[in-house]
């Protein structure tokens, strides 16, 4: 089983910010299949990216994805209101299929 | 617009069994691979099961495996989720979720997901 780690726990940030969030994993993501998610407090998650880097439908391009391997990031280029949630990643390049424990991005 | 509506949640004590149905609509059902996705309260996401367009692949989580049962009515556009022996360890919202691929050696993309059914395993 892929286990992954995300980095950091929490980041407390200002809107208009960046941020980059890490995702690791514990052995190589067959084909760099990772993908991302946002999740609102009371809300479903929400799918952002797949294959790494490859914007779902939709989605505002200051989102995007980026890695390969073991190591794989979101960046949020410049955080709206909205934005503050916890985000998730999630491999399906091998099964079972795996997420990280998530990164909250709440407000400063 | 894709719409996944779960019910069957509810208050069971361990031991006990359950199912799950999830309705589907605003595409083609029989096109997509399917899965549940659990969130325990306050926790982050677990991939529980998922099912191929014609039923012909599943694949189950550890945790589940041999307890729960997935399975799928095309012809009623829904999903089910047959839990059986249920533990504490299984109170969680369960979400219904359509995969973005309909080819089970490329699926496991999350694109579309319902509001979730709780499930709450208690005595």
């Known amino acids: 089983e892929i286990v992954l780690t995300q980095s950091p726990g929490t980041v407390s940030l200002s809107p208009g910010e960046r941020v980059t969030l890490s995702c690791r994993a514990s052995?190589?993501?067959?084909?760099?299949?990772v993908a991302w998610y946002q999740q609102r407090p009371g809300q479903a998650p929400r799918f952002l990216i797949y294959?790494?880097?490859t914007r779902g439908t939709d989605i505002p391009d200051r989102f995007s994805g980026s890695g390969s391997g073991t190591d794989f990031t979101l960046t949020v280029s410049r955080l709206e209101p909205e934005d503050f949630a916890v985000y998730y990643c999630?491999?399906?390049?091998?099964?079972?299929?795996?997420f990280g424990p998530g990164t909250k991005v709440d407000f400063k | 617009e894709v719409q996944l509506v779960e019910s069957g949640g509810g208050l069971i004590q361990p031991g006990r069994s359950l199912r799950l149905s999830c309705v589907a609509s605003?595409?083609?059902?029989?096109?997509?691979?399917l899965h549940w996705v659990r969130q325990a309260p306050g926790k982050g996401l677990e991939w529980v099961s998922g099912?191929?367009?014609?039923?012909?692949?599943?694949a189950y989580a550890d945790s589940v495996k041999g307890r729960f049962t997935i399975s799928r009515d095309n012809a009623k556009n829904s999903l089910y989720l047959q839990m059986n022996s249920l533990r504490a360890e299984d109170m969680a919202l369960y979400y219904c979720?359509?995969?973005?691929?309909?080819?089970?050696?490329?699926?496991?993309?999350?694109?579309?997901w319902g509001r979730g059914t709780l499930v709450t395993v208690s005595t």
């Open positions: 052995h190589s993501v067959p084909r760099n299949y």
């Open positions: 979720v359509k995969d973005y691929s309909s080819n089970w050696d490329e699926m496991g993309i999350f694109e579309n």
């Open positions: 099912i191929s367009w014609n039923s012909g692949r599943i």
């Open positions: 999630q491999q399906y390049g091998s099964s079972p299929l795996t």
């Open positions: 605003g595409f083609t059902f029989d096109d997509y691979v």
């Open positions: 294959g790494a880097s």
